[in-house]
């Protein structure tokens, strides 16, 4: 079933917020769920829609970056700072 982002499937109502992204992981399971939330103005209800392929391709890429720079650029700077420093 597609994600119907123009009325509440609870009350009807046309005032929506626009989807969110929402990556969560369940109790026992070891895989990430990427989700878009859409959340009535009017009576709060919301609803969570698995992406699509094409939905993911933005987040993977700042999964990418942020990979990047958390994890590969520290090694990177911890090893080559300590042999500027033996060797300077």
């Known amino acids: 079933m597609a994600p119907n982002t123009d009325i ?6 046309s005032d ?7 990556r969560t992981r369940g109790v026992t399971a070891s895989v990430n769920a990427e989700l878009n939330v859409i959340t009535c103005n009017k009576c709060r209800f ?9 939905e993911l391709v933005p987040y ?5 970056k942020i990979f ?21």
């Not at 919301?46 to 094409?54: D, K, M, V």
């Not at 993977?60 to 990418?64: A, D, H, L, M």
């Open 8 to 13: 509440c499937s609870k009350c009807g109502s």
């Open 46 to 54: 919301a609803e969570f829609y698995e992406l699509t392929e094409e």
């Open 68 to 88: 990047i720079f958390a994890m590969v650029l520290p090694i990177v700077i911890g090893i080559a700072v300590p042999i500027w420093l033996i060797w300077g």
């Open 60 to 64: 993977k890429k700042q999964v990418t």
């Open 16 to 22: 929506l917020k626009p989807p969110r992204h929402v």
